[in-house]
Nanobody
Framework: QVQLVESGGGLVQAGGSLSLSCAAS????????MGWFRQAPAKERALVAV????????TYAQPVKGRFTIARDRAKNTVYLQMNDLKPEDTAVYYC??????????????????WGRGTQVTVSS
């Protein structure tokens, strides 16, 4: 059973930056895609960014392209999300996700088997 623990959320002013981390534990994750989804109040969970098992293939949601960067450290079983130029519309609970997927990089909520509890990111205007 994979366990995911997020850290790094908080309150920041518009234009500021935050960095999220997600530490994974459990079985070996070398075949796992990992990433981040978010859920804003009264909205459905949505893709933020995901990264494949190798760390070389990434997918970003259009609203965060050019502002957010996803990366992973396979040796530490950790995935990161660097968020720059934050906007009030980035306010949401951010969830770390993982799934055993050696041949593709899933981008849908339903594709991910493992979820963290989430960390709140609030961007004030």
């Amino acid at each position: 059973q994979v366990q995911l623990v997020e850290s790094g959320g908080g309150l920041v002013q518009a234009g500021g930056s935050l960095s999220l981390s997600c530490a994974a534990s459990g079985p070996p994750l070398y075949r796992y895609a990992m990433g981040w989804f978010r859920q804003a109040p009264a909205k459905e969970r949505a893709l933020v960014a995901v990264i494949d098992w190798s760390g070389y293939d990434t997918t970003y949601a259009q609203p965060v392209k050019g502002r957010f960067t996803i990366a992973r450290d396979r040796a530490k079983n950790t995935v990161y999300l660097q968020m720059n130029d934050l906007k009030p519309e980035d306010t949401a609970v951010y969830y770390c996700v993982a799934v055993d997927s050696p041949y593709s990089l899933p981008t849908s909520v339903a594709d991910y088997a493992y979820w963290g509890r989430g960390t709140q990111v609030t961007v004030s205007s």
